[in-house]
Antibody, heavy 118, light 110 residues
Framework: QVQLQESGPGLVKPSETLSLTCAVS????????WNWIRRPPGKALEWIGY???????HYNPSLRSRVTISVDTSKNQFSLKLSSVTAADTAVYYC????????????WGQGTLVTVSS | QSALTQPPSVSGSPGQSVTISCTGT?????????VSWYQQPPSTAPKLMIY???NRPSGVPDRFSGSKSGNTASLTISGLQAEDEADYYC??????????FGGGTKLTVL
């Protein structure tokens, strides 16, 4: 079955770069977009950005200057880098797939909590 | 891009129906039939309940239905059950090829 699994440090210092990876299994990378979404404590979901297997990306305008999403199709994984983090970037980070043939995020990882603190 | 507007909370008794609204603009909800809805119980990943305004993925009960009029989409849950208690989020594709979520609605089953 389709599985997505986030991994990366759970604690990042202010001003440093947050790095996460999403390992994908059970589905091809083609025909879908691969997304990062976060939920800060007590707040709403926020879409961060997506990437296609071709490497084409789109980012949330409010985060664009600090975000980089990359893909490694040989390893069936994609990654998120968020630079110059502050406490406001503390959140549960999810990776998710937009459906291959429909507009909806149909598969999600379990989420990983990243705390920004010194 | 601004978040879509949802009511912060709704409530209903078991067996009743509730509707959650999601208001956007002509650059997102009003321009595309690409609105989706997600259910998120505490400490759990979101689950897709409705895609493309009114389509249910396999396994989602037909008690959940979606619709859209102009810049506002709606999720209706009929025959409320205790297990429906969760946060609900709408999302829409936008004219900038990005996605935007709503502010979320907490559903309480009384």
């Amino acid at each position: 079955q389709v599985q997505l699994q986030e991994s990366g440090p759970g604690l990042v210092k202010p001003s440093e770069t947050l790095s996460l990876t999403c390992a994908v299994s059970g589905v091809s990378f083609t025909s879908s977009s691969w997304n990062w979404i976060r939920r800060p404590p007590g707040k709403a979901l926020e879409w961060i950005g997506y990437i296609y297997d071709s490497g084409s990306t789109h980012y949330n305008p409010s985060l664009r200057s600090r975000v980089t999403i990359s893909v490694d199709t040989s390893k069936n994984q994609f990654s998120l880098k968020l630079s110059s983090v502050t406490a406001a970037d503390t959140a549960v980070y999810y990776c998710a797939r937009k459906g291959a043939y429909n507009y909806g995020f149909d598969y999600w990882g379990q989420g990983t909590l990243v705390t920004v603190s010194s | 891009q601004s978040a879509l507007t949802q009511p912060p909370s709704v409530s209903g008794s078991p067996g009743q129906s509730v509707t959650i609204s999601c208001t956007g603009t002509s650059s997102d909800v009003g321009n595309y039939n690409r609105v989706s809805w997600y259910q998120q119980p505490p400490s759990t990943a979101p689950k897709l309940m409705i895609y493309e305004v009114s389509n249910r993925p396999s396994g989602v009960p037909d008690r959940f239905s979606g619709s859209k009029s102009g810049n506002t989409a709606s999720l209706t849950i009929s025959g409320l059950q205790a297990e429906d208690e969760a946060d609900y989020y709408c999302s829409s594709y936008t004219s900038s090829s990005t996605w935007v979520f709503g502010g979320g609605t907490k559903l309480t089953v009384l």
